[in-house]
Every structure is written in structure tokens, then in C-alpha cells.
């Protein structure tokens, strides 16, 4: 029989970072820069899950990434994106950026806008190190949905569920589950709220149940080490 083993993480028992007094400021889910846990440095393929807000006019200067596959969900606000590729975009609410590091790229992250920008990134390890980096928005729509990584073996879905929705959960090595909004409740009655995440271990059967409406973001993964040695 198959043991499925979770951890919760809140909202509240993130790292802080950023830099406040610029208008950023960073709460990561997993070991980061001078936060180091040795029993919290990546997930699955999952290397970090950050929850950014930038104050209008602030952002991050130029500064570069590799062998990193990095996806960005928009939850408030207009995010501006530059990378040395030569991709200039707009991204907002509801969509989904890309940016494959690969063998090496620079990029900016800005709020070029009015008003807050709040956003979850998270970044993943590839199967295989280098190439050539690649970016993409995806647009998804309003409803539910989902978006493969093959380059990391991992699988994105987008629920926005109703209050009282059940939403089952991928049977996976390893499935992430952040709340963005709303609140929901996990299999044996623990419930989650924005900014809380479950971590399952050997998922099978496992299920979410809406107390509000909601929206989640949820990373099938797979065992990256089950195909070492052959």
C-alpha cells in the first residue's frame, strides 16, 4: 500500500526577503540565498516558490540565470518581462510566463504600472543541463487547465474550483499544492489559505474540497531519481 506522506507549510512560516525599502518584498517557500535549510532545499523538481509584491516603479534590475526552468503566475498587478533573448512583454493576471534559462540568459522583472503587482514564481531543475534558452506567455483562459514541462518532467494545473468543488489531486512521486486564493481543505480536514502549501509525497486518491471559492496552483512531478543508473 502505497504511504502518502504531506507537510503544510503557511502562509506565515515562509522566509522573508526582497529588499521592502525598494517596493519588493519576497516570501520563499523553500531555502533561499541566506535563509539555507538543509531539510527544505527543493521539492520533487521544485527549487523554489516564491510570492512576490512590487510596489509600483519597483522591480528587479537585470541579473542573469541558468539550468533553471522558471515560471511565473500572475495574481495581481501588470508584470513587465525583458530578457537579453529579446522578448519584451506584458504579462497579467491569469497568465502563465516561461523563461527556459538554459545555458544562460539575463532578464528584468518589473512593475511598470499603477497599482500592486503580485506574483508566484517558481522555479524548477531540467532532466538535462544547457541548450537554448526559450520563453512563452500562456493565456489560459478562465476556467481550469493545464501546462506540461516536459523539460523538468512536470505538469501544471490551474484550478479555480467553487465553493464546495472537490478537486483530486495527481497520482505522482510529487504534487505541490499553493493556494493563491480562497481556501480549501485537505483530505483527512487540514485546511489551507492563501499563501499556505501542501507537500504530498506518493499521492494516490488524495483530494481537495473548496470552502470558498478558489484558485490553486498544483505541480505534478515525478521522481527524477528513479531513472539514475539505468
Known sequence: MTRIRTRIQRAGERYPGGDPAAGIET????????????????????LACNEERLAPGAGFDEHPHSHTEIVTWVVEGELTH?????HTTLVRPGE???LS????????ER???AA??????????????????????VRGGAGSWSYALPEADALLHV?????????????ADFTYAHVVRGGVTLGGGEELGPGDAARITDAEGDTLVA???????????RDWRKGLGG
Open 211 to 221: 470552502t470558498a471559492d478558489a484558485e490553486l496552483l498544483v505541480w505534478e512531478m
Open 159 to 171: 484550478h479555480r474550483p467553487r465553493a464546495g468543488e472537490r478537486i483530486a489531486l495527481p497520482a
Open 111 to 113: 512593475n511598470d504600472g
Open 27 to 46: 516570501r520563499h517557500a523553500l531555502s533561499f540565498g541566506p535563509h539555507y535549510d538543509p531539510d527544505n532545499l527543493r521539492f520533487g523538481a521544485l
Open 101 to 108: 534559462s538554459a545555458g544562460g540568459v539575463r532578464h528584468v
Open 96 to 98: 502563465l510566463q516561461r
Open 116 to 137: 500592486p503587482l503580485v506574483f508566484v514564481q517558481m522555479w524548477l531543475a531540467p532532466l538535462a543541463p544547457g541548450g537554448e534558452p526559450s520563453y512563452e506567455v
Open 82 to 86: 525583458h530578457d537579453t533573448t529579446g
